[in-house]
C-alpha cells in the first residue's frame, strides 16, 4: 500500500503548528493550493522539499525513497523581534501594577467598613 504524501506532509505541518497562511505566503501559493497538496495521494518532490525547507522538517524520514538527510540543511530561522510584544509586556506589567493598587484600595476599604 503507498504513502498518502499529502496527508503526511499535512500531519507535519499540523504538527509543527505552522500557520497555513505563512506557508502559503513563503511559498507564494494560495490557502487553496495548500489544501489540494493535503489531498493529493501522492506529490511532486519539489513540493514536498519545499514544504519541508518552510516548516524546517527533514521529510526523508517520512519519505526516504525521495530524499536523503543531507538534502534538508536546515538552518535556525532568522526571527525579527517583536517590537509589539515588547511594547505590549510593558504595558501588561503596568496593567497589573494598577490592578494591585485597586485591589489594596478595595481591601482598606472593605477593613474600614468593618469597624
Known amino acids: 500500500m ?5 496527508q503526511i506532509v499535512e500531519y507535519v505541518v ?3 503548528g505552522y500557520s497555513l497562511s505563512d506557508l502559503a ?3 507564494k501559493v494560495n490557502r487553496r493550493t495548500i489544501y489540494n497538496w493535503f489531498k493529493s495521494e501522492s506529490l511532486r518532490t519539489d513540493i514536498i522539499f519545499n514544504v519541508g525547507k518552510v516548516v524546517r522538517h527533514d521529510f526523508s524520514n517520512e ?3 525521495m530524499f536523503v538527510t543531507e538534502e534538508f540543511e ?3 530561522k532568522y ?3 517583536n517590537i509589539e510584544t515588547a511594547e505590549q509586556s510593558s504595558y501588561k506589567d503596568k496593567y497589573i501594577t494598577l490592578l494591585e493598587k485597586y485591589n489594596d484600595l478595595l481591601i482598606a476599604q472593605a477593613f474600614c467598613l468593618q469597624e
Open 14 to 16: 499540523r504538527r509543527n
Open 74 to 76: 536546515l538552518k535556525p
Open 63 to 65: 519519505f526516504p525513497e
Open 2 to 6: 503507498s504513502k498518502h504524501q499529502g
Open 25 to 27: 505566503n513563503e511559498l
Open 79 to 81: 526571527f525579527k523581534p
